[in-house]
């Protein structure tokens, strides 16, 4: 049997899930990753230069007939470590009040929802050693809301983060690591190019951080740098 670890990267198509599943398949691992559509991505290159290591699946989160199909073909598979990578955005400077309920709902659906109910239907793939993680943000820190802005995404992701921690109290005797994890602001297509860091700055720094925190039961809170986050 072979000893080389295996991961479940959902939502890499580009960005910093894509830059993940690259991260893991240069370390060693085998991968397993998802994309939304048909169409070609930046995840089949990275499959072509690492031939028959990564697995491209296609999965919308948001989609419950397609988690169950992908379901349906993974669920005899054990995998290391599934980690989640969900994030759409609206405009920063609008509130609650000036929010439509459209983007609300957008936003609530595909970053807190969708994730959760993903993770609580593939938790049975991950087994006692291995690893559960969700991208979220620092800005999902309710203790460190100190101006505003992003109001939607600020709430789905601590939506995410409480969400995650209601799995972690129904299941008290899991012993796998429950991780939330901020990337930091990222230059990708939703971070933005005046974002602090780039992709090589987050994303190795992540991976790292899942290593040494995978094993550890309970739900943990980190920033890509190492710092615990407060909730």
């Known amino acids: 049997m072979s000893s080389t670890k295996t991961a479940f990267i959902v939502g890499a198509s580009r960005g910093l899930g894509l830059a993940l599943a690259e991260e893991y398949l240069n370390r060693g691992w085998n991968v397993v990753a998802t994309v939304r559509g048909s169409a070609r991505t930046g995840l089949h290159a990275v499959a072509e230069r690492h031939a028959g290591r990564l697995e491209v699946e296609v999965c919308d989160i948001n989609e419950p007939d397609q988690v169950a199909a992908l379901h349906a073909r993974l669920n005899s598979r054990k995998f290391d470590l599934l980690f989640v990578n969900a994030g759409v955005a609206n405009n920063a400077s609008?509130?609650?009040?000036?929010?439509?309920?459209?983007?609300?709902?957008r936003v609530m659906v595909t970053n807190a929802l969708s994730p959760m109910r993903f993770i609580e239907a593939f938790q049975d793939v991950v087994p006692a050693s291995g690893t559960i993680g969700v991208m979220s943000s620092i800005l999902g820190s309710v203790a460190e809301n100190t101006y505003?802005?992003?109001?939607?995404?600020?709430?789905?992701?601590?939506?995410?983060?409480?969400?995650?921690?209601?799995?972690?109290?129904?299941?008290?005797?899991?012993?796998?690591?429950?991780?939330?994890?901020?990337?930091g602001w990222v230059r990708t297509d939703m971070g933005g190019p005046e974002a602090d860091l780039s992709i090589d700055e987050s994303i190795p720094n992540v991976v790292d951080l899942i290593s040494r925190l995978s094993g550890k039961p309970g739900v943990h809170y980190y920033n890509y740098d190492g710092r615990q986050i407060a909730w």
């Open 94 to 105: 609008e509130t609650i009040a000036t929010v439509s309920t459209e983007d609300f709902t």
């Open 148 to 183: 505003g802005l992003w109001e939607a995404y600020r709430g789905s992701k601590a939506a995410l983060n409480t969400f995650m921690r209601s799995f972690s109290a129904r299941h008290p005797d899991d012993p796998r690591a429950l991780l939330l994890i901020a990337p």
